[in-house]
């Protein structure tokens, strides 16, 4: 059964330092992997998406995420944090439906 | 821009009682989807349609009904609320039938509190 784990429930991170969350999957095929962001009181917002090909993929926002087929990983990565980024962020995979991480919650500090 | 629209953000229902919760997309889409929000779970899909009048059980469809009577329409219904379905509700819809990898454009979520 395919599954996505986000391992960090929590991230406190200063304003203008990089940022990384973490995305483990499990699935026996080649995954649909996408990384989203839901603002407080909204809905969600697709940052990137992995299909194929280069396994860097560049997104909205400036954010970036990696597939490393070998760790079973999508991480998600942002060089220098705004502080519009204070968000919770969900890593997912697509079968024939989305399964969903349990969320990563980033704080931004002045 | 896609446009998927939730009927409420905000609602309070008492326990026992039917709740629809409404959400229309305006970009044709044929796949449309109906997921709960809670905190430490992320996610978790309630049911889907992939065409008008059809539809499928996703991962957590007790207690939960759907309709979808029209393609740009997909109703949730709640047939005797109960406190454990106190959630955030999120629609989604995409395009395509049933294909792995489309986008999912997601409405604004419903905040359900039933008391």
């Known amino acids: 059964a395919q599954s996505v784990t986000q391992p960090d429930i929590h991230i406190t991170v200063s304003e203008g330092a990089s940022l990384e969350l973490r995305c483990n999957y499990s699935y026996g095929a080649t995954p649909y992997l996408f990384w989203y962001v839901q603002s407080p009181g909204q809905g969600l917002q697709l940052l990137l998406k992995y299909f194929s090909g280069d396994t860097l993929v560049q997104g909205i926002k400036g954010f970036e995420a990696e597939f490393k087929r070998s760790q079973s990983s999508f991480n998600l990565r942002k060089?220098?944090?705004?502080?519009?980024?204070?968000?919770?962020?969900?890593?997912?995979?697509?079968?024939?439906?989305?399964?969903f991480g349990a969320g990563t919650t980033v704080t931004v500090r002045a | 821009?896609?446009?998927?629209?939730?009927?409420?953000?905000?609602?309070?229902?008492?326990?026992?009682?039917?709740?629809?919760?409404?959400?229309?997309?305006?970009?044709?889409?044929?796949?449309?989807?109906?997921?709960?929000?809670?905190?430490g779970l992320g996610l978790r899909l309630i049911y889907f349609s992939y065409d008008v009048?059809?539809?499928e059980k996703g991962d957590i469809p007790e207690g939960y009904s759907v309709s979808r009577e029209k393609k740009e329409r997909f109703s949730l219904i709640l047939e005797s609320a109960s406190t454990n379905q106190t959630s955030m509700y999120l629609c989604a819809s995409s395009s395509t039938s049933l294909s792995t990898y489309n986008e999912q454009f997601f409405g604004p979520g419903t905040r359900l509190t039933v008391l």
């Open chain 1, 79 to 99: 060089p220098s944090v705004h502080w519009s980024d204070a968000a919770e962020y969900f890593c997912a995979l697509n079968d024939y439906k989305l399964s």
């Open chain 2, 1 to 39: 821009d896609v446009k998927v629209t939730q009927s409420s953000r905000y609602l309070v229902k008492r326990t026992g009682e039917k709740v629809f919760l409404e959400c229309v997309q305006d970009m044709d889409h044929e796949n449309m989807f109906w997921y709960r929000q809670d905190p």
């Open chain 2, 53 to 55: 009048k059809m539809k």
